[in-house]
C-alpha cells in the first residue's frame, strides 16, 4: 500500500469536454481531502445536495480555461475554505453558482473518490 499525499493535487478534465481541442478544455484542479474533510463529506451522505455542496468547496482547488458567459477567464479568489467551511462561510458559492449542476455533480463525485490519487489520474489520463 502507497500512502496518501495529504498536500496533492491533480487535473481532471470533465467527460463533457474531453472530445474537445485540449485548448478549448476546462481543467480543473481536485484537491486531495484530510481524513477529516473525508468524513465530514461521507457523514452527509442522507443529504447529497449538502455532500456536493461542500465536496466542490473543500476539493476544487481552482480551474483554468473557465470562461464566463462573456468569454473572460473566471477568477478563483480562494478565502481558505478548510478554515471556514464547518463555519458555514463558502468560499466558491459565487464559482459554485457558474458551473452548471450535472458538471457540479461529476466534479464533487471525483472529489468524494478521491483518495488515491494515483489510481485516478491513470483513470483520467
Known sequence: MKSVNPEATRDY???????????????????????????FIKDMAGAPGSQIDYACHLGLGGATNFLTAD????????????????????????VLSMIPLPQRDELASEVIKGADLEVLEQKNS
Not at 475554505?81 to 458555514?88: F, V
Open 13 to 39: 478534465v470533465l467527460l463533457c469536454d474531453r472530445d474537445l481541442p485540449p485548448a478549448e478544455q476546462t481543467t480543473w484542479k481536485i484537491v486531495q481531502l484530510s481524513h477529516e474533510e473525508q468524513a
Open 71 to 94: 468569454g473572460d477567464e473566471v477568477v478563483w479568489k480562494r478565502d481558505n475554505a478548510k478554515k471556514y467551511i464547518i463555519g458555514m462561510k463558502k468560499p466558491w458559492a459565487k
